[in-house]
């Protein structure tokens, strides 16, 4: 903590580490709409509601929809509910821009 003199008196400012901003971040992100898609071609979408330190994930209202052979073809989804991906298992993730507007350090300005 370092303390500055300025011409009101003097005003403390805190150091904020990269681990607290990235914390920041990744609570913003909770309850908006996430894609994942996994090693195996399978992609779920659902809310995130929490992950780990091995990278695991956990969707709530989770759909999964299957890799397809015909990129024509739109399969229906498979509701799977709450649903956990292991971080092993995970390619990417996207998030919906519009859950995003909201969210400090991911907005529009970002």
């Not at 990235?22 to 979408?45: F, H, P, S, Y």
């Not at 859950?99 to 529009?108: H, K, Q, R, Y």
């Amino acid at each position: 903590m370092a303390t500055m003199i300025e011409e009101n008196g003097p005003s403390t400012h805190y150091q904020v580490s990269p681990s607290y901003q990235a914390r920041q971040k990744l609570e913003g992100l909770l309850n908006k709409n996430m894609k994942i898609r996994m090693t195996d071609g399978r992609t779920l979408v659902g809310l995130f509601l929490c992950t780990d330190r091995d990278c695991n994930v956990i969707l709530g209202s989770a759909q999964e929809f299957l890799k397809s052979s015909d990129t024509f073809s739109q399969g229906e989804p498979r509701v799977l509910g709450l649903a956990m991906i292991p971080g092993h298992h995970v390619v990417s993730i996207e998030v919906e821009a519009d859950s995003l507007e909201d969210v400090p350090g991911f907005g529009a300005n970002h």
